[in-house]
């Protein structure tokens, strides 16, 4: 097995979003915001190459939407999903599975395209099978009031009407559980639900890919949850459970959305879990 990151873009999003009832006294310290108090955010996938599989972690936000549109986000740096790939000698059609750990539209835009003469949508990676589950997408496909603006049609219902869509199967007790792609999946229904984390065995480390149960090694403080969170209290026993057996086990967390820290770990202190490395993806995955 391979690992590669792959940098789908960078934009930035409001601080105080971010970190929700946290102060800005204290989260600006580790997430700077600039002067419309808006911070750096990734948007950092994962490719995993194992056997006959080249398997896709999250997309970005692709570039299909409008101008006015990207413009709420700040896009910034000369990342894409297309350089990134190339730059380890793969192209979007060699993909052979995009896994979706959620449907939010900075994690799977990049997922579907416009056809080439702009009049629909079709999937961008022609020749991968769509992984989401079956709860999620049904709560994606009806939204809530909250997260409609999050859930996009043009990214979502382009996967199923091309018949590449598939849904991992959820044991119902396994709080981490197998999956058919390789990698144990733990889900979480704080931030939206059914999101899916993947926890990858590789060269005797866990890596584990932590999408939006913690976006920047900022958000560690179990405290520390996002505006955007549908159920913020789930989250925080979701997210403490989960610290702590990081903290335990030496988890290396791949974070998605820190613009400036890219694995890092963590351990016990007397304040609780704590920042206790931090790496580039170079460090850990070659």
């Known amino acids: 097995m391979k690992l590669y990151p792959i940098e789908a873009g960078n934009f930035k999003l409001d601080g105080g979003a971010m970190f929700g009832v946290v102060p800005k006294t204290l989260w600006n310290k580790t997430n700077p915001a600039d002067e419309n108090n808006l911070i750096d955010i990734a948007a950092r996938c994962l490719l995993v190459e194992d056997g006959n599989r080249l398997i ?143 926890h990858i065995n590789y060269n005797g480390k866990t890596i584990v890919f932590c999408a939006d149960l913690l976006a920047t090694a900022g958000h560690i403080p179990i405290p520390y949850v996002m505006g955007y969170d549908t159920r913020p209290l789930l989250t925080i026993d979701e997210k403490a459970k989960f610290m702590n057996l990081a903290a335990e086990n030496n988890y290396y967390l791949f974070l998605e959305h820190d613009a400036h820290n890219q694995i890092i770990t963590v351990e016990q202190t007397e304040k609780g879990v704590r920042l206790k490395e931090v790496f580039s993806c170079e460090d850990i995955l070659g």
């Not at 990342?79 to 000698?89: N, Q, T, V, W």
């Not at 599975?97 to 449907?103: G, K, P, S, Y």
């Not at 997260?147 to 981490?176: H, V, Y």
């Open 56 to 198: 896709l972690i999250d997309t970005g936000m692709g570039n299909k939407q409008s101008e006015k549109f990207f413009g709420y986000y700040s896009l910034w740096g000369d990342h894409s999903l297309d350089k990134s790939l190339a730059k380890y000698g793969f192209h979007r059609d060699d993909i052979t599975d995009v896994f979706m750990t959620h449907l939010h539209f900075d994690h799977c835009g990049g997922s579907v395209q416009w056809n080439k003469d702009r009049t629909g949508y079709e999937v961008a990676f022609k020749n991968a099978t769509f992984w989401s589950n079956d709860n999620h997408w049904d709560w994606a496909t009806k939204p809530n009031a909250r997260e409609k603006a999050s859930f996009l049609s043009e990214n979502i219902l382009p996967m199923q009407e091309s018949g590449q869509l598939k849904f991992i199967n959820r044991p119902q007790t396994d709080f981490l559980a197998e999956s058919e792609l390789g990698f144990g999946i733990l889900f979480a229904d704080g931030h939206t639900e059914k999101q899916m984390l993947p």
